[in-house]
Nanobody, 121 residues
Framework: QVQLVESGGGLVQPGGSLRLSCAASGRISSIHDMAWYRQAPGNQRELVAT???????HYAVSVKGRFTISRDNAKNTVYLQMNSLKPEDTAVYYC???????????????WGQGTQVTVSS
């Protein structure tokens, strides 16, 4: 029912840019925080950026100044603009939403399926 659908991943060269999108669909009452995580092979999943309902962003130190998280509440969509990409940014990127599905009593965690970002020359 409620799901997060990601798009925008792909292969880019170092220094390039990529924009990820993740749209929440289904019968949604409200979306609270949204975020992007990433996980490289052999590594732990790490938080990349988070954004509140009001649009207040926070970033991991490793991406601060290069990535920008934003959201369009009318579209239930969160974006991640990635600039100045580095090989170490290569990972599967997952979007996250803390949201309340219509008819439910409380907010639940929802995850996207993940989209591959590869930065290589």
């Amino acid at each position: 029912q409620v799901q997060l659908v990601e798009s925008g991943g792909g292969l880019v060269q170092p220094g390039g840019s990529l924009r990820l999108s993740c749209a929440a669909s289904g019968r949604i009452s409200s979306i609270h925080d949204m975020a992007w995580y990433r996980q490289a092979p052999g590594n732990q999943r790490e938080l990349v950026a988070t954004i509140t309902l009001g649009g207040s962003p926070h970033y991991a130190v490793s991406v601060k100044g290069r990535f920008t998280i934003s959201r369009d509440n009318a579209k239930n969509t969160v974006y991640l603009q990635m600039n100045s990409l580095k090989p170490e940014d290569t990972a599967v990127y997952y979007c996250y939403a803390d949201l309340t599905a219509y008819g439910r009593r409380s907010a639940w965690d929802y995850w996207g399926q993940g989209t591959q970002v590869t930065v290589s020359s």
